[in-house]
């Protein structure tokens, strides 16, 4: 039975990456619209580039295109895929402290982002770009092991045991940790109202 | 409970994952404590701004960037195929994983027959390889014993003159007492 468009959506990640182990090319095509948008804002939390982080997620798709055959209904495909985008995303880093370059976020013109329907006043955007930015430093100045599930749960809100797998801690572990990143992170933003 | 308790379940209670009479304790906790009501209120209103952090999106060319890329694997034959595997590894990796295994075996065989010589072995190999070549010659195996068989006789006799030998020697020699 032919794979129309319609009803690719219909699928499960894990039964889309088994059709692609199959040899369906399209699934895989779906994958990528799933995930694209997802890893691109995970990343960027780790590297701060945006173009660096649009990179590793090419490395990343690029990477479960030849892989493909390595995933096993172990553990769910998310897992799986973000656990490759951090490890790509770890050596960047790296490579990034080896040279000692400092990278600026760079907005390319060609970059679309989701914008509210209702327009804000310029007074209330200016207000929020401000939070963002604070929030931002003040995740990255967590703990690497704090800034890690603080943007696994509440940025891209995966579940507790979907972090236990990425991460490879134990779930009561990343509970406590989830707790105290919170806390810490409350203890950053105390000047924010 | 105390202040270290109420910090544990703040998470807890956020996700909704505390059981209902850990929920009254916390929330009986919070109205004696006001600074740690305010706390919880903080941390929800956090999670709500990270939750509105903009999200950004790829370029509009990044699957056809992704295409390229994948089309210049698909077209280099050095990458290799993702679909040999065996059992799970790569064929260099199953090749060490194998090398490593036959080393185990015979490191192992070596510990438990420490007293097994391989030089004898190989001596006794070649002495049956001997063996195996003399019968294969013309002399046929009668021949082979019957000359065997002299070889004793002439022996036997020579034994025989020297048990006379003896006997006359004996009548020869005296012992003195001393």
């Given amino acids: ?193 | 409970m105390n202040r270290y308790q109420f910090e544990d379940l703040i998470s807890s209670y956020i996700d909704n994952e505390i059981t209902l009479s850990k929920r009254k304790e916390f929330e009986r906790y919070m109205k004696d404590n006001p600074d740690s009501e305010k706390l919880v209120s903080a941390i929800k209103g956090n999670i709500v701004k990270l939750n509105q952090i903009p999200r950004f999106k790829v370029k509009s060319s990044f699957n056809d960037t992704l295409k390229s890329k994948i089309d210049d694997f698909n077209s280099n034959p050095k990458l290799g195929n993702a679909n040999n595997l065996i059992f799970g590894f790569s064929p260099l990796n199953a090749s060490f994983l194998f090398g490593l295994f036959i080393a185990f075996i015979f490191i192992s065989f070596q510990l438990i027959n420490p007293n097994f010589d391989y030089q004898q072995t190989s001596e006794s190999q070649l002495v049956n390889n001997g063996l195996s070549n003399d019968i294969n010659t013309s002399r046929n195996l009668n021949e082979v014993i019957d000359s065997d068989l002299a070889d004793v006789k002439e022996d036997t006799s020579k034994s025989e003159i020297n048990k006379q030998d003896r006997k006359d020697l004996t009548n020869k020699i005296q012992f003195v007492n001393d």
């Fill in chain 1, 1 to 193: 039975m032919p794979l129309d468009k319609k009803s690719e959506f219909i699928f499960t990640d894990e039964e889309l990456i088994s059709r692609f182990q199959n040899g369906d090319e399209r699934a895989y095509v779906e994958l990528v619209n799933r995930y694209k948008d997802r890893l691109l804002n995970f990343v960027f939390q780790f590297l701060g580039d945006i173009e660096q982080a649009e990179d590793v997620v090419q490395d990343t798709m690029l990477r479960l295109y030849e892989k493909k055959h390595y995933y096993k209904e172990i553990a769910k495909f998310s897992t799986w895929i973000y656990t490759i985008a951090r490890n790509l995303a770890n050596t960047e880093l790296r490579k990034r402290k080896r040279r000692k370059t400092t990278y600026l976020s760079q907005l390319s013109k060609e970059r679309q982002f989701e914008i509210p329907a209702i327009q804000e006043d310029v007074d209330q955007s200016l207000q929020n770009e401000f939070i963002n930015d604070r929030i931002q430093s003040a995740i990255n100045n967590l703990p690497e092991h704090f800034k890690v599930v603080i943007i696994l749960r509440d940025i891209q809100e995966l579940s507790y045991e979907e972090i236990s797998n990425i991460v490879e801690v134990p779930l009561g572990t990343i509970k406590s940790r989830i707790n105290r990143a919170r806390i810490q992170l409350q203890a950053e933003l105390l000047d924010l109202k």
